[in-house]
């Protein structure tokens, strides 16, 4: 049986599912019976125990009898004890059959339903806890050490341009993720009911980055030899040479290059599948007399007052 749909609202004690409860309640009946017969060999031993106790006294009995009497009392004491445990775990079992929920939340997603067979373990029904929400990004290594627990950080919304709201940092991954390389970081959010489950977020915060970084278009990235590489221009002979360089990451706007570039590199943007070393380019006219002009500069002494 499943009594809540995707969407639900739900309280501690609300009933989500229930599983078919008749094999437990069987394996009760039976615990409940290996009890009582446990029981009985109890008083029966107990008796046979009294009675050995009072023929010893009388010298009726040995030593030995009297042992043997106290070993059976015992033993069938332990299976007592026992058939007392299994039963308790058996009523466990038929509690466990009804599903409920143990917080305020909602209804997020339905993994099985009526006449479907599930074992241990597997989920049935789950309900995001009411509270403080979060939002989960990835954080590039380079970037990672500027954001500690605490940091406060602004959140906008996809869905609505005019939701902007004030979080701060939770949590950060202790390491990397495997494939992409990059730390999770978990950013907590003031409680607002415009604020739903699945929504996408951008989040904005101030780092400060011991290196300066370089964005280029997607475009002008390269590989060669298995290395990322661009395409860089040379103004004084109008050729084009391959230079290796290092990623930071990825941006909406294209990437962001850690080493390998610096101000004034004119980098070919379009078109690096045809290009080779030593390759002839014609520069546009305006790149032509930014050349110049950067040039004469360079030949003009400058002079310190």
Known sequence: ERLVNIGDRVKPGDILARIDATDYRLAVTSAEANLLAAEKQVQ??????????????????????????????????????????????AKNQVSYTDLKADQNGIVTAVN??????????????TVAVDGEKEVEIAVPEIDVTE?????????????????????????????????????????????????????????????????????????????????????????????????PIKLADFADNGVRVIDGLGAG????AAGTQFMAEDLKVRLQAGEQQS??????????????R
């Open 44 to 89: 029966t031993t107990a008796l046979a125990k009294l009675r050995a106790e009072q023929l010893f006294t009388k010298s009726f009995s040995s030593q030995a009898q009297l042992d043997q009497a106290t070993l059976l009392y015992d033993q069938a004491v332990s299976t007592r004890d026992a058939a007392a445990s299994s039963l308790s775990q």
């Open 291 to 304: 050349a110049e002009q950067q040039s004469a500069r360079a030949e003009t002494p400058e002079i310190l």
């Open 147 to 243: 954001f500690k627990p605490g940091k406060p950080v602004g959140v906008r919304f996809w869905s609505n341009d005019m939701l902007v709201l004030d979080g701060h940092v939770r949590e950060v991954s202790g390491s990397a993720d495997q494939r992409s390389r990059t730390f999770s970081v978990r950013v907590s959010l003031p409680n607002d009911e415009r604020v739903l489950l699945g929504m996408t977020a951008t989040v904005e915060a101030a780092a400060a980055s011991s290196a300066p970084l370089v964005s280029i278009p997607l475009s002008a990235l390269s590989k060669k030899d298995g290395q990322n590489i661009v395409w860089i221009v040379d103004r004084d002979f109008s050729t084009v040479h391959a230079r």
């Open 265 to 268: 590199d004119l980098v070919v």
């Open 112 to 125: 099985a339903d009526i006449g479907q067979v599930v074992g241990t373990g597997t989920p049935v029904v």
